[in-house]
Each structure stands twice: as C-alpha cells, then as structure tokens.
Antibody, heavy 124, light 108 residues
Framework: QVQLQESGPGLVKPSQTLSLTCTVS??????????WNWIRQPAGRGLEWIGR???????NYNPSLKSRVTISLDTSKNQFSLNLTSVTAADTAVYYC????????????????WGQGNLVTVSS | SYVLTQPPSVSVAPGKTATIPCGGN??????VRWYQQKPGQAPVLVIY???DRPSGIPERFSGSNSANTATLTISRVEAGDEADYYC???????????FGGGTKLTVL
C-alpha cells in the first residue's frame, strides 16, 4: 500500500522560504508511470494545485506561483520536496502531497494517493 | 487561465440522487476528475477520465462530460456521502491543473 507523508515546519516567518518534504513508502518514486504533486488548501477554502515533478525531473507549476516555487526529487530517500519563497500570510494553508499517474493506455488516472496534509502558518 | 465553475452547495435527501455540475469552456474536450473531501481529511479520488471509478469506489458514483458541463452523479445517497466535491482538469493552454471551487453536498 502506497503511503505519502508530508513533513516540515508548521510556522514560517513572512518573507522566508517554506520548505516541505513528502516521503513515499510502499512504492518507488522512480516508477515511470507516476508524477508527484503538491496541492494546498487555505482554511475553509478550496484546493489549489501548486506543481508536479516527473522522475525525469520535468516540472510543471501553477502560473500564479511559478516565480516562487521549486519542486525537486531525492530518489535516494524516495522523497520529493517543495520550496516556496517570499511567503506571506496568503500562503498559510494545509499543504498536501499526492501521487498522479497513468494507466497502461497512458490515460491520466488522477491523484490516487494523498498525504494527510501539513498545516503551515505564515506569521511573525 | 481556465476556470471551472461549481455551485457552492447541493442538498439531497437520503436515498435520492445527487448531481453536481462542473462548468467550463468546452470541458467536454478535457478529461475530468472528481474528488471527495470530508472535514479534516485529505481528498479522495472518486472519478477519473470522466467516467472511470478507482477500485473501492462504489458504483453509486458516476461521471459524465459533454459540451460545457461535466457532472458527478451519486445515486442512492447515504449520510456518509456528505462532503465537499471538487472537479479537476488539466489546462492545456498554460500546462497546469485546475480545480473547481468545490461543492458542499448536504444530506438532508
């Protein structure tokens, strides 16, 4: 059974960098059919996709966050990470990591496994 | 940027059928996913590729997609279906995923 677990500080000061790591267990992050996502959700609001990374290290980012976001892989630890720079109170949210993938016909099958979420508060 | 529009809320009596629409410009040409999110929990994928259900999702959940509206249908609604539901597509113009604003399903 694949499991994802976010880790990182729960409090970040304004203007600093938010850094989170997602550890994947029960499966290899290097499997070619998958890609690895970050999604966030402010309290009481909807889901916002932040970005994704493939094992090839190819990335896609939400245009609204692209200038501040970097997603990277650490295959030796079966982890992927999120860095979000110059944070403000508007970045306060629960941050989720999730696995996306393709079936044998290369149809995208959605985000089938999610972490439990990591609440990050931006405050001085 | 591509916009997905969902009604904020839908109410349905137990045992009845709930329909949750997701509007978008020519959304019928895109592949739609639906997620269920209960309070304090991570979202769960209930429909992908417009109509397909992941293993473990009851047959009561079904999806359709045509023209400018995709629809999640939940038959024989149960109290446990009460949750927020989000649609999602890939925006090919700007290469990123987009979520709808979410619909809160209330079981009366």
């Amino acid at each position: 059974q694949v499991q994802l677990q976010e880790s990182g500080p729960g409090l970040v000061k304004p203007s600093q960098t938010l850094s989170l790591t997602c550890t994947v267990s029960g499966g290899s992050i290097t499997t070619g059919r998958y890609y690895w996502n970050w999604i966030r959700q402010p309290a009481g609001r909807g889901l916002e996709w932040i970005g994704r990374i493939y094992i090839s290290a190819e990335t896609n980012y939400n245009p609204s966050l692209k200038s501040r976001v970097t997603i990277s892989l650490d295959t030796s630890k079966n982890q992927f990470s999120l860095n979000l720079t110059s944070v403000t109170a508007a970045d306060t949210a629960v941050y989720y990591c999730a696995r996306g993938g393709y079936n044998s016909a290369w149809h995208d099958v959605g985000f089938d496994y999610w972490g439990q979420g990591n609440l990050v508060t931006v405050s001085s | 940027s591509y916009v997905l529009t969902q009604p904020p809320s839908v109410s349905v009596a137990p045992g009845k059928t709930a329909t949750i629409p997701c509007g978008g410009n020519n959304i019928g040409s895109k592949s739609v996913r639906w997620y269920q999110q209960k309070p304090g929990q991570a979202p769960v994928l209930v429909i992908y590729y417009d109509t397909d259900r992941p293993s473990g999702i009851p047959e009561r959940f079904s999806g359709s997609n045509s023209a400018n509206t995709a629809t999640l249908t939940i038959s024989r609604v149960e109290a446990g279906d009460e949750a927020d539901y989000y649609c999602q597509v890939w925006d090919t113009d700007s290469d990123h995923f987009v979520f709808g604003g979410g619909t809160k399903l209330t079981v009366l």
